[in-house]
């Protein structure tokens, strides 16, 4: 137990240095987080097993996927995961324009959130909640760009979290109909 212990700690301790690194406007390689943790380039890679484990643990696994309480609880998860961490996800997006694995790592979890809303949408559809003439592709897109990191962050400014879920919610409504009157699913 005590091991397991050590290497939890190590790894939040590689982490914090990735992201301090990233703050601070310098590129991640696993050789200047080792040299900046006081570690060995090994330690990290047996943490992370690659460049690529570094950069997807950097960018965190916060469940950005619409939940099952419905479209308000999700905008406002997705907002929550977005707040936590967002100037290092601002940093990290940065750089995956001109790192082509960040770029890519990027790539596929904006992906997975996409397929995630798309099933949100089709529930939405399912329940009679889409705006006519608005089809479920349109649909799923829209809702996948409007809880995105790059919409949350230029809507946050001075805002709170819930603040700018409220703010999404309002421009969602030219896409779903509200909740019906005693529905259990969240406008």
């Known amino acids: 137990m005590p091991t397991r212990a050590r290497g939890a700690g190590t790894r939040q301790v590689l982490l914090g240095t990735g992201r301090h690194l990233l703050g601070s406007g310098q590129a ?57 961490d967002r100037d290092v996800l601002r940093a990290l997006r940065a750089h995956g ?13 904006e992906e997975r959130r996409r397929d995630r809303w798309r099933a949100l949408a089709s529930e939405l559809l399912d329940g009679g909640r889409l705006e006519d003439g608005l089809s479920l592709a349109s649909a799923a897109d829209a809702l996948a760009v409007l809880t995105g990191f790059e919409v ?27 909740a019906a009157s005693g529905d259990p699913a969240q406008a």
Do not use: K, N
């Open 28 to 84: 991640v390689s696993l050789e200047e987080v080792a040299r900046s943790a006081g570690v060995s380039r090994l330690t990290v890679y047996y943490h992370f097993g690659s460049r690529r484990g570094l950069l997807e643990a950097l960018l965190g696994d916060p469940d950005l996927a619409p939940s099952a309480g419905g479209l308000e609880e999700s905008v406002e998860a997705s907002c929550a995961a977005w707040a936590a």
């Open 97 to 109: 324009v001109l790192d082509r694995d960040l770029g890519h790592v990027i790539g596929e979890r």
């Open 152 to 178: 949350y962050d230029a809507l946050a400014g001075r805002r709170s979290p819930r603040a700018v879920a409220a703010l999404i919610l309002r421009l969602a409504g030219g896409i779903v109909r509200p």
